[in-house]
C-alpha cells in the first residue's frame, strides 16, 4: 500500500534563539567551531532586536470593544490614547523646556478677571488713566528714600499691597504700624501713585493705621522718626488739612469746662473735627519731619491759608512739594466774584486781590504776599517743587508792572533772606508730548486752558515750547536776583530731563 505523501505545512517555523542554537549543538555532541568576539555581538544585537519587537506589541493600545458589550461584559472603559510626541524640535544651544508636573490649573486661576486689571504693570497704568485726575505721577518726586528697582521684590510687594490698599486696610490695619519706619514711609509714595481712593471702600483716617500705636509711649516715639510724608494725591481724598495739620502738630487733650466757647456754628464744627473723642488716641508730635509732599491736591482742598497756619509748625522742613497747587490766594472763592459800586450800580469791581484775569494782566499782587508769607515760615527751606504751576509762577519774580504799565507794591519771596537756602526749584510744566497724547492733560498757557485737538503734534510742541521759555525767563530772573544780592546760586529744572528718560507715568 503506497505511503500518502504529507503536504507539506505553510506555517513558518519561529526561528530559533542564538543561544539554543549552541545548547543543541553541543548536546548533540556535534563539534563547533568557537565563537569569535564579532558573532557574540552580533547575536546580541539580535536578542535585542527581537526583544523590542516584542516590546512594542505590549505597548500597543488595547482594542476597544463595542459600548453595548461593554456594558453586558461589565469591561472597564477603554483608556484614552496616549499623546504623540511633538514634533518641535529643541535648537541647538537652548534649555530644554520641562512640563509642568500634576495636573493642570483651573480655569478661573488662568482666565483673567475683565473687571480688574491690577497684577500688571500695563493694568496699573490703565487704572491711572482713566482716573478723572491726570497728572504726572512718579515715586520719585520727594527725595529722602531710595525707590527700589522696577523688577525688585520690594518694588513689587509694595506696588500690589498699593492697588489693594482697602483690603490691607480692613484685614492687617492693626499690623501696619508694626513694619519698619523706612517701609511705612516709603509705602506713602507708593499710596500717592498706585491707589484709586475714589473707588475704595475703606476709608484711610489720616496717618493713624501707619504711624499710631495703642502704645502711647511707643507711638510718640515711632513719630518722632519720622522725616519723610509723601503725601502726593491725599488732600481732598482720604486726608484733609486739618486732620494734617492735628496729626503734625500734636494733639493735646483740653478739658472741655477751660475750653473756649466758639464763635458760630462752624466754629464749633472744627473744634469737634480737631479735638480727639474721649479714648480717642492723642497724636504725638512729629518734630523731625523734613520732607514733605503735598502734591495734586482735589480743586477744593488746596487752601493757602491753612497751609500758612500750618508750615510755622515745622520748622525742620527742608524739602516741599506743592505741585499742581491753584493760584496763591487768600480768598479762593472771590475769584469770580464781583461787588457792586454803592450809588452806581452799573459800575463793579473784583471783590478780591486776584481774579481769573490776573494772569492776563500779569498782576500778582496777591500771590506774591502769600509766596511772602510762605518764604517767612518756611525758612529752612532748601528744595522747592513747583512743578505744574505754569500759571502763576511767574509771581516769584514779578517786578510789579502789569500790562497796562501801572506799578504796583510788591512784597514777593525773600530769595535773599528767609529763602536764601533754596538750592534747587522745580518749575517744569508737568506735562509733555507723550503724557497729553495718552492721558488727554488740559494745558494750561498764559491761564488760558487750551486742550489739543486731535493731539496735534506740531502744536503741542509748540505749547511745550512756549511753556519752556516762561519758565527760563522766571529761572534766570530768580538767579539774577540772587546775584544782585550776593547770595547763593540757584538751579531751576523745566522738566526736560524726565521728558527725556519718559519719567511720566
Known amino acids: 500500500m503506497p505511503k500518502k505523501h ?45 526583544s523590542k519587537g516584542a516590546g512594542w506589541q505590549t505597548r500597543l493600545a488595547p482594542r476597544s470593544v463595542h459600548p453595548s458589550l461593554r456594558n453586558i461584559l461589565e469591561l472597564p472603559e477603554t483608556p484614552p490614547p496616549r499623546p504623540r510626541p511633538t514634533a518641535a524640535r529643541q535648537a541647538i544651544g537652548q534649555r530644554r523646556l520641562r512640563r509642568t508636573p500634576g495636573p493642570p490649573p483651573p480655569l478661573s486661576w488662568v482666565t483673567p478677571n475683565p473687571g480688574s486689571s491690577r497684577g500688571s504693570d500695563s493694568g496699573d497704568r490703565n487704572i491711572l488713566r482713566n482716573r478723572s485726575v491726570k497728572f504726572a505721577r512718579r515715586l520719585n518726586r520727594l527725595p529722602g528714600a531710595t525707590v527700589p528697582s522696577q523688577g525688585s521684590l520690594l518694588h513689587t510687594t509694595l506696588r500690589t499691597m498699593a492697588t489693594h490698599w482697602d483690603w490691607h486696610l480692613l484685614y492687617d490695619g492693626t499690623f501696619l504700624s508694626t513694619l519698619p519706619m523706612h ?229 514777593g519771596p525773600e530769595w535773599n533772606g528767609s529763602w536764601r537756602g533754596v538750592e534747587w526749584i522745580e518749575l517744569g510744566p508737568g506735562w509733555g508730548p507723550e503724557s497729553s497724547a495718552q492721558d488727554n492733560i488740559t494745558v494750561k498757557s498764559g491761564g488760558e486752558d487750551t486742550e489739543p485737538q486731535q493731539h496735534d503734534p506740531q502744536k503741542e510742541l509748540e505749547l511745550l515750547e512756549d511753556a519752556s521759555e516762561r519758565i527760563k525767563a522766571v529761572g534766570k530772573r530768580i538767579q539774577m536776583i540772587r546775584r544782585e544780592g550776593r547770595g547763593k546760586w540757584i538751579h531751576y529744572s523745566d522738566g526736560s530731563e524726565r521728558r527725556d528718560t519718559a519719567q511720566y507715568t
Not at 29 to 41: E, F
Not at 298 to 314: I, M
Request: proline share 7%.
Open 6 to 50: 504529507k503536504a507539506p505545512s505553510i506555517k513558518p517555523k519561529p526561528a530559533a534563539h542564538p543561544s539554543l542554537e549552541s545548547s543543541r549543538s553541543s548536546g548533540h555532541g556535534k563539534a563547533t567551531d568557537q565563537q569569535s568576539v564579532n558573532d557574540i555581538l552580533q547575536q546580541m544585537r539580535n536578542a535585542s532586536s527581537l
Open 183 to 411: 517701609i511705612r514711609q516709603l509705602l506713602l509714595t507708593y499710596i500717592s501713585v498706585y491707589t484709586d481712593h475714589p473707588s475704595m471702600g475703606v476709608s484711610m483716617k489720616g496717618l493713624e493705621p501707619l504711624f499710631t500705636t495703642h502704645d502711647q509711649e511707643s507711638s510718640s516715639n515711632d513719630r518722632a522718626e519720622v522725616t519723610r510724608l509723601d503725601l502726593g494725591f491725599s488732600l481732598g481724598y482720604w486726608l484733609n488739612i486739618k486732620q494734617l495739620s492735628r496729626e503734625l502738630k500734636g494733639n493735646i487733650p483740653m478739658d472741655k469746662e477751660k475750653a473756649p466757647v466758639p464763635a458760630s456754628w462752624e466754629e464749633e464744627a472744627d473744634l469737634e473735627t480737631t479735638t480727639p473723642a474721649p479714648g480717642q488716641l492723642d497724636f504725638a508730635a512729629m518734630n523731625n519731619l523734613r520732607y514733605l509732599s503735598l502734591a495734586s491736591p482735589a480743586p477744593d482742598a488746596a487752601s493757602w491759608v491753612s497751609l500758612l497756619k500750618l508750615l510755622p509748625h515745622l520748622p525742620t522742613l527742608t524739602h516741599l512739594s506743592l505741585a499742581y497747587w491753584p493760584v496763591p490766594t487768600l480768598k479762593p472763592n472771590s475769584l469770580t466774584a464781583s461787588v457792586s459800586h454803592a450809588k452806581h450800580k452799573q459800575l463793579t469791581f473784583q471783590y478780591g486781590g486776584s481774579d481769573t484775569y490776573s494772569s492776563y494782566e500779569n498782576n500778582w499782587v496777591e500771590a506774591s504776599i502769600v509766596l511772602a508769607k510762605l518764604s517767612r515760615t518756611t525758612y529752612s527751606l532748601r528744595w522747592l517743587d513747583l512743578e505744574g504751576c505754569l500759571e502763576w509762577i511767574p509771581a516769584l519774580c514779578w517786578d510789579g508792572v502789569d500790562i497796562y504799565g501801572k506799578t504796583h507794591e510788591v512784597t
